[in-house]
């Protein structure tokens, strides 16, 4: 009877070998395939939002909501009067790469973790979102938190440029109205962030938005209810309300966004 061979040291040397080179080399592409998968879920997350908001604007004559009494923080107010049509599936309340809190606990998010709504709302739940509003589409009469009335759309009806018009996007906190104050670039409502994630309070409002979430983009729905990237540098090109340029960011860039893509 032959007597079985067995493997060598230095054949299994080499095989263990093999299988760390190819895991190093599998591991970077699986990263990359759930990055991916997250995002198309995060676009579809968008594309139901963007039907929440029509709805919510067909029921209403076309506008949009409106500060709610007794609540006073406007950048997160969409949340109640849109809770009857996302409440059932509060799951895209969060982009699949923001599920979780700062490990600190704190109120803001980040690139990769959710936000904290304010009190008084429904049953005060305090719900942990990811996404947030322009603010600048709000139903209103008067100033919002220093934002012009004349500025806000208001309305779906009889405007033009739509698909240039953010409406829903991913966010680090509950919104923002991104203006020049006074045409001033060094205004804090309009400044990009000098590192990803960079919280520097509420009225920052650029940088609750431009956060990289999506390999230099994040993702967001428009008042012509598409649902794209938009590459961080974009950002600054959109028509976020009635009278903003939107001849792109006039300074110099951070140097962690100076090698993104130009728009």
Request: charged share 25%.
């Amino acid at each position: 009877m032959r007597k079985r061979k067995a493997f060598t040291l230095v054949e299994l040397l080499v095989v263990i070998a093999i299988i760390a080179l190819l895991m190093a080399i599998l591991l970077p592409a699986l990263e990359e395939a759930r990055k991916q998968a997250r995002a198309t879920i995060c676009k579809a997350n968008l594309r139901q939002w963007g039907q929440i908001w029509l709805l919510y604007c067909e029921d209403n004559d076309g506008a949009f909501c409106g500060e709610t009494p007794g609540i006073g923080w406007a950048r997160g107010e969409w949340i109640l009067p849109l809770r009857d049509q996302w409440e059932t599936r509060s799951d895209i309340l969060k982009c699949p790469m923001a599920k979780d809190p700062l490990p600190d606990g704190q109120a803001y998010g980040g690139p990769f973790n959710t936000y904290v709504m304010g009190s008084g709302g429904y049953l005060d739940l305090r719900e942990r979102c990811s996404y947030g509003a322009n603010c600048w589409i709000f139903q209103t009469k008067s100033d919002i938190q220093g934002r012009p009335a004349a500025f806000h759309w208001g309305t779906i009806i009889n405007i033009q440029g739509v698909n240039k018009i953010p409406v829903f996007l991913d966010s680090m906190w509950r919104g923002g109205g991104p203006f020049y104050r006074n045409g001033n670039i060094n205004s804090n409502r309009i400044r990009p962030p000098d590192y990803n994630g960079q919280w520097s309070g509420y009225a920052w409002e650029m940088r609750h938005f431009c956060i990289d979430r999506h390999k230099e983009c994040i993702n967001g729905v428009f008042m012509d209810w598409s649902v794209r990237k938009v590459g961080l540098k974009e950002l600054w090109k959109l028509k976020w309300h009635r009278q903003f340029d939107t001849s792109g960011w006039p300074g110099v860039w951070p140097e962690w966004m100076r090698n993104f893509k130009d728009y």
